[in-house]
């Protein structure tokens, strides 16, 4: 069946750091990749997706891109906010459907 | 236009009682889902109303579990009764049908802890 693997947190960083946040797959056939974004308080909010091979979904300065040899659609950032504190879920979701798959969250802390 | 909302943010109960979460989708949102996660564990599906039809309860967890969308509009999640492994976020979203991209809105989720 369907899997994501994501790195377990949480993520500690300084203002301005650079964010890499892996996430790693196992699904078959060419399924739809997504970041989630879950802000205190606040419900999941969709951060960006790819649906097919090498391409690139990015929102608000993150970026991530859809990598099938290595099964991955690792999170990045160049210069991390204190207000980029959230919890980051990767997931997919098979074609055809509308129920990701999710990751189990990653928890990011950004320090002034 | 108001979001998925929830109710209530969070219930500490005894094991044995009794919980009804509720869920308010998007106005006019036809697909309402419920989802789970377990403290530090994947966000795991439920199921999946569509109108006031259960789609797909396949990742219901057992019979203490009971979901309802009387009329298509708001969701109930009773559990009855309640037992330690129950306790984590339940989340809901709704989508819509019609549009060129289906995306699922989330509510903030219920924080359940049963001691």
């Known amino acids: 069946g369907n899997s994501v693997t994501q790195m377990e947190g949480p993520v500690t960083l300084s203002e301005e750091a650079f964010l890499t946040i892996n996430c790693t797959y196992t699904?078959?056939?060419?399924?739809?990749l997504f970041w989630y974004v879950q802000y205190p308080g606040e419900g999941l909010q969709l951060l960006l997706k790819?649906?097919?091979?090498?391409d690139k979904g990015s929102n608000k300065g993150f970026e991530a891109t859809y990598r099938k040899e290595t099964t991955s659609f690792h999170l990045e950032k160049g210069s991390v906010q204190v207000s980029d504190s959230a919890v980051y879920f990767c997931?997919?979701?098979?074609?055809?459907?509308?129920?990701?798959?999710f990751g189990r969250g990653t928890s990011l802390i950004v320090h002034p | 236009e108001a979001g998925v909302t929830q109710f209530p943010s969070h219930s500490v109960i005894e094991k044995g009682q009794t919980v009804t979460l509720r869920c308010d989708p998007i106005?006019?949102?036809?697909?309402l889902y419920w989802y789970r996660r377990v403290m530090g564990k994947e966000i795991k599906f439920l199921l999946h109303?569509?109108?006031?039809?259960?789609?797909?309860e396949s990742g219901m967890p057992n019979n203490r579990f009971l979901a309802e969308r009387t009329g298509g509009t708001y969701s109930t999640l009773k559990v009855q009764p309640a037992e330690l492994e129950d306790s984590g976020v339940y989340f809901c979203?709704?989508?819509?049908?019609?549009?060129?991209?289906?995306?699922?809105?989330f509510g903030p989720g219920t924080r359940l802890t049963v001691l």
């Open positions: 997931a997919l979701s098979g074609r055809g459907s509308y129920i990701p798959t």
């Open positions: 979203a709704s989508r819509s049908t019609s549009g060129s991209y289906n995306e699922q809105f």
């Open positions: 699904a078959t056939g060419y399924p739809s």
């Open positions: 106005s006019g949102h036809d697909n």
């Open positions: 790819a649906t097919k091979a090498d």
């Open positions: 109303f569509v109108k006031e039809s259960k789609q797909d």
